[in-house]
């Protein structure tokens, strides 16, 4: 348990020391922006493949995968129909709250929580692997079935497997995979410069997330969204952890360490790309932006109860 709390200590430490930064705007007012894409786009992936390289194949596509595939998908069907039926929302708009609710960050936190706290950046690829290779471009392509955005020249499946390919997260997992399948080994020349830039990854996450915090203040009640977005706040901290918790330990019958990454790997908080994609269809921008403040405020809270549960 010293060990857990020692982790959640160091992610809050640099999340303070980023809040800090983008406070006094010692960057500059894009600092944030600009290392959340230096580790999505560079330093992530570097980080992924190095780890992904080294890992067994059973162990990523395994349980891990089925606990965060079954427990995402239930949740957010779960939302969509609450929010159609019970608070009578648009289908677009349902379909972000549902994103809200079941999406996790799996990259800057996701991975510093697995760095940190989880003792393996592996532990978080099965749940990356699932969001940006399935979750979120079926999302996706549902949003623009619904909103008339759909272009009718533009094939479905080919939609589909653009945006998977675009994403260097999953490029990068995906060749890691495949060298650890055929067990092979890059020479060290190769992989030095690949550790020294994936090392940024972790650092310039958690340092962005702080610079994020700055300025946001939830529960306008000029929104008319409140109920949304404590619902969908709800289910990510509470159902969506709880479900992984069932479905890995009563189903997937893990134990240990591997049923405690399963449930925290539930509890991380609302995805920021989830806000990226309500302004882009402009639907539901103030449930994803609240609910991705209040999940990532509260998360780690929630996670040290999730450890003192567990342990």
């Known amino acids: 348990m010293i060990e857990v709390l020692s982790g959640f200590f160091v992610v809050w430490a640099i999340i303070g020391v980023g809040w800090f930064v983008g406070k006094r705007e010692i960057l500059g007012p894009n600092a944030g922006q600009t290392l959340s894409r230096l580790a999505f786009f560079v330093a992530s992936p570097a980080l992924l493949f190095e780890t992904l390289s080294r890992a067994r194949l059973q162990d990523v596509l ?161 929104s008319g969204r409140r109920t949304d977005i404590v619902l969908a706040s709800a289910f990510k901290l509470i159902l969506h952890p709880a479900l992984a918790f069932l479905v890995a330990h009563f189903i997937l019958g893990l134990n240990g360490h591997a049923l405690f990454a399963a449930t925290i790997a539930g509890a991380l908080p609302t995805a920021q790309n989830v806000f990226v994609a309500a302004t882009r269809y402009q639907q539901g921008i103030t449930i994803a932006k609240d609910t991705v403040l209040i999940t990532t405020v509260i998360a780690v809270p929630a996670m040290l109860a999730i450890a003192a549960f567990l342990h």
């Not at 999302?139 to 939609?159: E, V, Y």
């Open 62 to 222: 395994g349980p891990q995968l089925a606990a965060a595939a079954i427990s995402g998908t239930v949740v957010g069907i779960v939302y969509v129909l609450l929010s159609k039926f019970a608070l009578k929302r648009k289908t677009p708009e349902a379909i972000i709250g549902a994103m809200s609710a079941s999406q996790a960050n799996s990259a800057n936190l996701g991975i510093p929580i697995a760095v940190y706290v989880l003792g393996d950046a592996s532990y978080v690829a099965p749940l990356l692997i699932f969001q940006l290779a399935f979750y979120n471009p079926v999302n996706l392509m549902a949003l623009d079935a619904t909103h008339g955005t759909r272009s009718a020249k533009q094939n479905p499946l080919l939609k589909f497997l653009l945006i998977i390919l675009r994403n260097p997260v999953i490029v990068a997992s995906a060749l890691a995979l495949l060298l650890s399948a055929v067990h092979l080994q890059l020479p060290d020349p190769v992989l030095q410069p690949i550790h020294f830039i994936g090392g940024a990854a972790v650092p310039a996450m958690l340092m962005s997330f702080g610079m994020s915090l700055n300025g946001n203040r939830p529960f306008s009640a000029a």
